[in-house]
Nanobody, 116 residues
Framework: QVQLVESGGGLVQPGGSLRLSCKAS????????MGWYRQVQGEKRVLVAS?????????ADSAEGRFTISRDNAENTVSMFLQMTALTPEDTAVYYC????????WGQGTQVTVSS
């Protein structure tokens, strides 16, 4: 059983930065990839960035150059981070952590609001 706990959302002004965290704990598969997705109300959930089990990142065009995904692997836990910079109102959404191995799990979501 794997559990995901997210943190780090909030309100930030345009041009500001935020760091999201996701901690996966439990029986972590060595092949597990993780990622961040976001969803605006009424729209589909879309990929922001993902990172493979061997730390290869992948970014959506909207995140490239502004966001950085990283992960720290430890025994029975994986911590994943999303450092977001140069935020714009278009980045406002609920951000979800995803764990993918033999199964796919989602975090509870954390609200990011970019507004002056």
């Amino acid at each position: 059983q794997v559990q995901l706990v997210e943190s780090g959302g909030g309100l930030v002004q345009p041009g500001g930065s935020l760091r999201l965290s996701c901690k996966a704990s439990g029986r972590i598969a060595s092949i597990a990839s993780m990622g961040w997705y976001r969803q605006v109300q009424g729209e589909k959930r879309v990929l922001v960035a993902s990172i493979s089990s061997n730390n290869i990142p992948l970014y959506a065009d909207s995140a490239e150059g502004r966001f950085t995904i990283s992960r720290d692997n430890a025994e029975n836990t994986v911590s994943m981070f999303l450092q977001m910079t140069a935020l714009t109102p278009e980045d406002t959404a609920v951000y979800y952590c995803r764990y993918s191995a033999y199964t796919t799990l989602w975090g509870q979501g954390t609200q990011v609001t970019v507004s002056s």
